[in-house]
């Protein structure tokens, strides 16, 4: 039950970074995914009528305001995605390679310790 518990506590706070960074990228994916189709549903058509009626509907606002939150909201999930990368191998470092055995030695003092008392 011991390692149970040691395992949830060191797994707890990679469950929230891992949570929070799945959770973001869900939804900026969504909303870039739905961007990009309302503007090829409704700007864009389908065929070679589609891309006639291209040519005069690109300079609507709905179209360009479409057309820029998809490109934007693509550089802001593909940005995320890096970010979390980058992120994660620096949280993972700092945390897990980079562990100060002294440190280490330490807290199992105060453990054996806490135990005895």
């Given amino acids: 039950m011991e390692y149970i518990k040691a ?8 469950i929230t970074y891992f949570g929070i960074k799945t959770s973001f990228l869900i939804i900026t994916y969504t909303a870039e995914w739905y961007s990009g189709r309302m503007y090829s ?16 509907n690109i300079a609507s606002p709905s179209c ?3 057309l820029f939150s998809h ?3 693509l550089g802001v999930f593909i ?3 890096g970010i979390t990368f980058i992120s994660g ?3 993972m ?5 980079k562990d100060d055995y002294n440190k280490t030695k330490k807290l199992i003092k105060e453990l054996k310790e806490d135990i005895i008392n």
């Fill in 71 to 73: 490109i934007s909201l």
């Fill in 7 to 14: 395992t949830y506590t060191l797994s707890k706070p990679l």
């Fill in 93 to 97: 470092y700092n945390n897990y390679m």
């Fill in 89 to 91: 191998f620096i949280f």
């Fill in 79 to 81: 940005a995320s995605i």
């Fill in 41 to 56: 549903k409704y700007c864009i058509g389908v065929g070679f009528d589609g891309y006639y009626n291209h040519v005069w």
């Fill in 64 to 66: 360009t305001g479409l």
